[in-house]
């Protein structure tokens, strides 16, 4: 089953504006990752932030964890028609097992 | 970065035949393999964890007589889905990662099959 609540599902917005997703989860885990998927093809690795962790920053991308809420979101500032596609949150365990949200859709407009 | 390679990117066969899908790791050794389906517009399903040396381990309500997971090696693991039908058409995805550090580095993904049975 999947433990991860995306929101929103389906995010359209114009080119230059910020686009933030969250992630919410149930159970304990060791660390989180946030994945891109364009469509048709693999996933691509974004972020890892670990359990520790409040927040992490890669180029355009901000990811923050909040444990006692269970919750992240992923902040894509200065959005460009090329980030056009589905992220992906996903828990880790400490088994090593990662279990997907159910995705949020986004559409950049040039 | 590390690589992940997943072949065939496409297959479109009748049913019932057998089809087998492999996950090659390029430039690191490959403790663990998964394998996922996914559905259109859908998430990604964990059908097994797959150990190089070991049997692989399914997830509840994945047949493992039907997707037969072999982990020969650190840097190959293959899913063959027996005597495949309609309902098996989906877009099948590996990913890949080294267990002795799974908690500091991400899984690493082959760009998926999509399995056609006519």
């Given at each position: 089953?999947?433990q991860?609540?995306?929101?929103?599902?389906?995010?359209?917005?114009?080119?230059g504006?910020?686009?933030t997703?969250?992630c919410s989860?149930?159970?304990?885990?060791?660390?989180?990752?946030?994945?891109?998927?364009?469509?048709?093809?693999g996933?691509?690795h974004?972020?890892l932030?670990?359990s520790?962790?409040?927040?992490?920053?890669?180029?355009?991308?901000r990811?923050?964890?909040?444990t006692?809420?269970?919750?992240?979101?992923l902040?894509?500032?200065?959005?460009?028609?090329?980030?056009?596609?589905?992220?992906?949150?996903?828990?880790?365990?400490?088994?090593?097992?990662?279990t997907?949200g159910?995705?949020?859709?986004?559409t950049?407009?040039? | 970065?590390?690589?992940?390679?997943?072949?065939?990117?496409?297959v479109?066969?009748?049913?019932?035949?057998?089809?087998?899908?492999?996950?090659?790791?390029l430039?690191f050794q490959a403790?663990?393999?998964?394998?996922?389906?996914?559905?259109?517009k859908?998430?990604?399903?964990l059908m097994a964890?797959?150990?190089?040396?070991?049997?692989?381990?399914?997830e509840q309500g994945?047949?493992?007589?039907?997707f037969?997971?072999?982990?020969?090696?650190?840097?190959l693991?293959?899913?063959?889905?027996?005597?495949?039908h309609?309902?098996?058409?989906s877009?099948?995805?590996c990913s890949a990662?080294?267990?002795r550090?799974?908690g500091?580095q991400?899984?690493?993904f082959g760009?998926?099959?999509r399995l056609?049975i006519l």
């Amino acid at each position: 089953s999947q433990q991860g609540e995306e929101d929103p599902q389906a995010l359209s917005i114009q080119e230059g504006e910020n686009a933030t997703m969250n992630c919410s989860y149930k159970t304990s885990i060791n660390n989180l990752q946030w994945y891109r998927q364009n469509s048709g093809r693999g996933l691509v690795h974004l972020i890892l932030i670990r359990s520790n962790e409040r927040e992490k920053h890669s180029g355009r991308l901000r990811v923050t964890l909040d444990t006692s809420k269970k919750s992240s979101s992923l902040l894509i500032t200065a959005s460009r028609a090329a980030d056009t596609a589905s992220y992906f949150c996903a828990t880790v365990n400490s088994y090593g097992k990662l279990t997907f949200g159910q995705g949020t859709i986004l559409t950049v407009h040039p | 970065g590390a690589v992940v390679s997943q072949h065939p990117s496409r297959v479109i066969c009748k049913s019932g035949t057998s089809v087998k899908i492999e996950c090659r790791s390029l430039d690191f050794q490959a403790t663990t393999m998964f394998w996922y389906r996914q559905f259109p517009k859908q998430s990604l399903m964990l059908m097994a964890t797959s150990n190089e040396g070991s049997k692989a381990t399914y997830e509840q309500g994945v047949e493992k007589d039907k997707f037969l997971i072999n982990h020969a090696s650190l840097t190959l693991s293959t899913l063959t889905v027996t005597s495949a039908h309609p309902e098996d058409s989906s877009f099948y995805i590996c990913s890949a990662t080294d267990f002795r550090d799974w908690g500091n580095q991400p899984q690493h993904f082959g760009d998926g099959t999509r399995l056609s049975i006519l």
